[in-house]
């Protein structure tokens, strides 16, 4: 819907993103913004970060159309807990968002009551048993090893997002926005 112009006039766009204790923050970081760039498909041009004892953040992302992104992040759930993330995006149009109306949580295709409690997804049968970000990874490889121009871009996104991330680690010292090196230029 972001894509194919049901959705026009984007204002917003809310991430949320809860991990278990052994992920590194940064990577949290890291992840949402990279979903700000492609929900949106430009490129951020400032963000202020704030962070509190490396287990939550919130950040405030502008992109180079206006749009603001607004992501929390938190790893303070138990090693081995499946994450819990949440993207929204807010338009004049209406709001789309990845999770079902009323769900805080992710949801799961079967669930067994047994001596154990248990959830699956079934998400893929070629990659059944797999979690859904190892299923994007593979998709993801198999993509990037079949295309030239791809990899191409994935590095140059790559660098991107590695400058913003420098952008983020100033604004959490310095607890103030922090402007890409494209905004200063063109400023």
Not at 34 to 41: E, K, M, N, P
Not at 128 to 143: C, E, T
Request: hydrophobic content about 40%.
């Amino acid at each position: 819907m972001m894509h194919d112009g049901t959705l026009n006039c984007v204002s917003t766009v809310r991430c949320g993103h809860v991990a278990p204790s052994d992920i590194p923050l940064a990577a949290l970081m890291h992840r949402e913004l990279d979903i700000c760039r492609f929900l949106t498909g430009r490129e951020i041009v400032s963000v202020t970060a704030f962070e509190r004892e490396s287990r939550a953040a919130t950040l405030l992302a502008v992109m180079d159309d206006g749009v603001v992104c607004s992501v929390e992040v938190a790893n303070t759930l138990p090693v081995g807990t499946d994450p819990i993330d949440k993207h929204e995006v807010i338009s004049a149009r209406g709001l789309v968002c990845d999770r079902v109306v009323d769900t805080q949580i992710p949801q799961s295709s079967v669930y067994l009551y047994a001596e154990t409690e248990e959830a699956y997804t079934d998400v893929d049968f070629e990659l059944y048993g797999l979690k859904s970000d190892d299923i994007a990874a593979v998709r993801a490889a198999f993509a990037l090893a079949k295309d030239e121009a791809m990899r191409s871009e994935a590095r140059r996104n790559s660098v991107a997002l590695d400058r913003i991330m420098i952008c983020v680690a100033q604004s959490v010292k310095t607890e103030k926005r922090k402007r890409s090196e494209e905004e200063i230029w063109r400023s």
